[in-house]
């Protein structure tokens, strides 16, 4: 299964990115495709960007929650949120709000993706954690989301934007269960120090054949596909 992460990054920038994202798609044809930083805002499209994305991808099956109200700059309000695109049927899709610091002014969520590929179930989890450059709140999320994974019995596919620029010093919450994409050098915020902070986490009983990212104009996130 070939896997695509991107933070869409609003839309900012929107006209001179979209063509951008479509051909980087295109180019690619990952199975699955899990957008972070979805936003639904009428002052520019009735669409959410994924849905317009869409439109020239023409991905058979379409999950979003865009459900967390924002505060912003330009629009005072907007509502933001994740979504997938795939070409497999999505039997099911559940959204969990993750608990929120009193500290954080994001309330993050995490979808949980049953897919049926090639006869069998895969099981995915889309994430997009709160920075950690002034309070660590990714690490209680990452460490929330795997506790939720593990409460139910499950093997999840955890992929996403972690807003950590190291995911190897949370190794002890995971590295008993879970391959991460770290194990290639790769970057997946340019525009800041050269960050890496989209990752995924694969459950042992899988393998990575291929980690690789974009070309930088998508957003000011490096889209990451692995395989």
Known sequence: MKLTT????????????????VRYLHNEQPDVVLFQEVVYLPEISPYTQVQ??????????????????????DYPVYREGLAAISKHPIVTAETV??????????????????????????????????????????????AETLAIITARGERRIIAGDFNMSDLDTTKSLWSDSYTAST???????????NKRIDYVLLPKEFEFDSIKTSGDGLSDHRALTTS
């Open 52 to 73: 317009l994305l869409n439109q020239s991808l023409h991905y058979p099956y379409h999950q979003s929650d865009v459900s967390r109200l924002q505060r912003g700059i």
């Open 97 to 142: 709000v993750l608990q929120q610091d009193p500290t954080d002014e994001h309330n993050r969520i995490v979808t949980l993706l049953d897919l049926f590929i090639n006869d069998q179930v895969v099981k995915l989890a889309n994430v997009h954690f709160s920075l950690t450059d002034d309070v660590d709140f990714a690490t209680a999320h990452l």
């Open 183 to 193: 194990a290639t050098e790769y970057v997946t915020f340019p525009s800041m120090d």
């Open 6 to 21: 991107l933070n869409l990054q609003g839309f900012e920038h929107w006209n001179d990115r979209q063509e951008q994202i």
